[in-house]
């Protein structure tokens, strides 16, 4: 068998959760007196883990800071970081241990085009999931079960997930095709908030 890779979701992110929290403290001072004061604590977290922290002295002083500290750690990403997708399931957000890894079969772009076999020919990549996620459904051109192979135990049969979230369906009726702009108009004021 070729080297394995791990390869990550195309919907990975370094931070899956960014905190912001005012932390008050009371300065004691003999020489300017005493008072409460406080900052602005921003904490990036990858899988249940604290990454990154910053602190600012107001909210809007730290929302400014936060993007900065963002984009400071996106390379290299975080060690840390690295570690926690070692053993942990590669659906984003996931804190749960691995416990099935799937060799990918054949690799897409980010747009959805094929990769030709030659691009992968020194190794085969692979992602890994917990049981809950072991199953991927059919969407996804790269990330669906028909596009895995089990390289341990696990199988998308082994799902433990009982989440559902059907997508909406809106129909709409007319007489006429120049009667289908009024109709949907009026069904997108029936669905709004």
């Known amino acids: 068998m070729k080297n394995l890779h791990h390869k990550r979701l195309p919907d990975w ?14 300065k004691t001072s003999g020489l300017s007196g005493d008072e409460w004061r406080q900052h602005v604590e921003i904490t990036f977290w990858h899988k249940g883990e604290a990454i990154v922290t910053a602190g600012a002295r107001d909210m809007q002083s730290a929302l400014l800071l936060a993007g900065a500290k963002y984009l400071e750690n996106q390379g290299p990403i975080p060690n840390e970081v690295i570690k926690l997708d ?3 399931c590669d ?6 241990t691995a ?7 054949e690799e897409f772009s980010e747009r959805g085009f094929k990769l030709h076999a030659d691009e992968s020919r020194y190794h085969d990549s ?3 999931f917990c049981k809950k996620h072991v199953r991927r459904g059919d969407c996804s051109r ?10 341990d135990a696990a199988t998308p049969g082994d799902s433990t997930n ?7 369906v809106a129909a709409v009726s007319v007489d006429s095709p120049d009667d289908i702009a009024a109709a949907v108009a009026s069904l997108a004021r029936e669905v709004k908030p």
Request: with cysteine.
């Open 86 to 88: 070692e053993t942990l």
């Open 142 to 151: 790269e990330d669906s079960d028909d596009n895995y192979e089990a390289l």
């Open 91 to 96: 659906q984003p957000s996931c804190v749960r």
């Open 13 to 26: 992110e370094t931070f899956d959760r960014i905190t912001f929290e005012v932390v008050p403290r009371y």
């Open 162 to 168: 009982v989440e559902e979230s059907p997508a909406g």
């Open 126 to 128: 692979y992602r890994q």
């Open 99 to 105: 416990e099935g890894r799937f060799r990918i079969k």
